[in-house]
């Protein structure tokens, strides 16, 4: 991660206090999304806000028939809902609300409906997305611009960044979105268009006239103006329209039928898209957007290439946000997609097996061919065309190795090879290699169930064994040195595009964080002898702080990491419940629970397959075995 400072541009007006702490603001939202943070500050709450800790309490006294007083009390036991929180105090009202909720969870026997009333009374007069989303932005604004040091708001700042996260997860936005959202938008010196301003191109009879508004009207937003323009987003309408999707596989002769809100539909027949609003009326514009509902590729329309017309497509009705016109497969993945693109799927079932029902298609071999690309057309309520997630279907990635990259894959290659097939333990350990690849590359589709047959349930009776065999894991595994080496590693290099911290080549060096060599081991042995001469900024501190208290005192760290553990698995587990009876599924909130059980799982696996390259065992008993021989050694 980078630990970029503000712009003068932005700052100059401001108390050296205020910067500090909008800087500290920043860092640690750019933290919580970091993708190699690993184990560190894993006590911290992520990803997490009032109105998510409701909602859980919610659900589980919903769906969740095992549920009892114990379970609950750590979403109502919470830091957030105690009467210290930033929100709480100075609100007397919500804090008896708050207190008389807890209070009913902890003489909790059965009695749901009235648990689910007060939660219902909570939202009402505070614990909702718009008076919280208001609230929050005017806290944090008072807490920047206060006399308090930023020692003294650290806490307060850190609950606002998971917060504001929080409620936009629950807003719709893609995780790219909002861990980007500061660094290109907000705090961003040159991101004159990524704001919108209270006259548009439409009220000016040029463009020039019209750029030179929005310069002035950008070299106007003071840091507090900035700060507010989260609020546009936290409280943005959403908007209806559809998405439309090519059907592959299958030649839709019928008239449009509808399932389950998903309209199937033959472009080359029907036709929905309609052209936007344009000075443009020639027939090459309209032949664009024809060409588009029939899933042509721009660069095929725009090169002229003939195309193979969707013979199939499907509508499904969505709320959207505007954000939502900038998304791709690749990591902007929003909540309309993927909700579109469940009920499609889920639609195409029931279409295959109407299949029968069609004069030529009974018995066909090839009905299970019928899916959707899953390439997306969205457009606004009245079929006005708005923009594609285009993939890269067609572009073909380079995969060539150098010396160093090729001599590790041949190594992993080598092991794994070798182990293929030899007992259904190795064969599992294999498929939990693959399953975890697969749950990160493609995180929006990661389901709490499917993890729990693919990596789970091959090694473990019960959550208990896994537990056990994750703390061994993670003491015989991992060294907080070494994730600290990776996550600081590049972190001081100056920045050509953003102002950031940084440190000379000779200090870099000193401290043992140069760049990571490929095929080089990271051992962490210079950092942690050199880890005090870590600049004293930001949460830099809390680094420093956390590494030393593992020199000092293992065992407590040790005691933290296994709560972690703990805590992590048992919540993992009643999701996977909820799924797998009631089949509700939510791939956007519960970011920080997925992140922090792919990272356990890691641990484990690794250690097993590090029983099988060391030892050669060929099952779970020796693979655990071997993991309590080497943390005892």
Not at 143 to 148: A, D, E, G, H, R
Not at 300 to 318: H, L, R
Not at 377 to 386: E, K, P, V
């Amino acid at each position: 991660m980078k630990f970029y400072s503000l712009d003068k541009s932005i700052g100059e007006n401001y108390k050296p206090e205020v910067i500090r702490k909008v800087e500290y603001f920043w860092h640690f939202w750019d933290f919580l999304f970091t993708t190699n943070r690993k184990l560190i500050l894993v006590e911290e709450p992520k990803f997490i806000s009032q109105i998510s800790l409701l909602n859980k309490i919610e659900k589980h006294l919903k769906y969740n028939n095992g549920i009892n007083a114990k379970k609950l009390l750590k979403y109502s036991e919470h830091d957030y809902f105690k009467k210290e929180n930033l929100i709480l105090r100075g609100n007397s009202e919500l804090t008896t609300k708050v207190k008389s909720f807890k209070t009913s969870i902890q003489q909790f026997k059965d009695d749901r409906p009235p648990l689910l009333i007060k939660i219902e009374e909570l939202k009402k007069i505070g614990f909702n997305s718009n008076s919280l989303s208001e609230l929050l932005i005017e806290k944090l604004w008072k807490l920047l611009y206060s006399n308090k040091t930023l020692q003294d708001t650290k806490s307060d700042l850190k609950f606002l960044s998971n917060s504001i996260i929080d409620l936009l997860q629950i807003k719709g936005y893609s995780i790219y979105f909002i861990k980007t959202l500061l660094k290109n938008t907000i705090l961003n010196p040159y991101g004159k268009n990524r704001f919108i301003y209270e006259k548009n191109r439409n009220e000016f009879s040029n463009t020039q006239d019209y750029d030179n508004y929005v310069e002035s009207e950008f070299q106007k937003l003071n840091l507090e103006k900035r700060i507010n323009y989260l609020l546009f987003f936290l409280k943005q309408d959403k908007r209806r329209g559809y998405h439309f999707f090519k059907i592959e596989g299958i030649e839709f002769k019928n008239d449009p039928i509808e399932i389950f809100d998903v309209k199937f539909y033959n472009p080359q027949k029907d036709k929905f898209l309609t052209t936007p609003h344009s000075n443009n009326n020639s027939e090459e514009y309209r032949s664009f957007f024809e060409r588009r509902e029939l899933f042509h590729s721009e660069k095929d329309i725009f090169n002229k290439n003939d195309c193979e017309d969707s013979t199939c497509n499907a509508m499904v009705p969505v709320e959207y946000l505007m954000e939502d016109l900038y998304f791709d497969l690749s990591n902007k993945v929003p909540a309309s997609y993927k909700k579109a693109i469940d009920k499609v799927l889920f639609s195409i079932n029931i279409l295959k097996n109407s299949i029968s029902y069609s004069s030529s298609g009974y018995w066909s071999k090839d009905v299970p061919s019928i899916r959707p690309s899953f390439v997306s057309i969205l457009t606004n309520s009245d079929y006005c065309y708005h923009a594609t997630c285009e993939t890269n279907e067609k572009n073909k990635i380079v995969f060539e190795l150098d010396s160093t990259r090729k001599k590790m894959f041949d190594d992993k290659l080598l092991f794994l090879n070798s182990i293929n097939n030899k007992s259904n333990f190795l064969l599992q350990l294999l498929k939990s290699h693959s399953a975890l690849a697969d749950y990160r590359i493609n995180f929006y589709f990661f389901d709490f169930k499917s993890i729990w047959i693919d990596c789970i349930e091959p090694f473990f009776n019960n959550y208990d064994e896994l537990i056990e065999v994750a703390k061994k894991a993670l003491e015989y595994r991992v060294n907080i040195f070494v994730s600290y080496q990776a996550l600081l590693s590049n972190s001081f290099e100056n920045n050509p595009f953003y102002s950031n911290y940084s440190l000379t080549p000779q200090d870099i060096e000193k401290i043992g964080l140069n760049e990571i060599e490929i095929g080089k081991q990271i051992t962490g042995d210079k950092l942690s002898k050199a880890s005090h001469l870590l600049p004293n900024i930001s949460i830099i501190e809390e680094f420093k702080d956390e590494m030393k208290r593992f020199k000092e005192s293992k065992n407590s760290q040790k005691l933290k990491l296994n709560n972690w553990i703990v805590k992590s698995i048992k919540s993992a587990y009643e999701e996977r419940n909820i799924e797998v009876h009631y089949n509700l599924k939510d791939y956007y909130l519960d970011y920080g629970l997925k992140r922090d059980l792919l990272e356990i799982l890691d641990i484990v696996i690794g250690a097993l397959t590090d029983s099988v390259y060391n030892n050669k065992v060929t099952n779970i008993e020796d693979a655990i075995n071997y993991i309590s021989n080497k943390i005892n050694q």
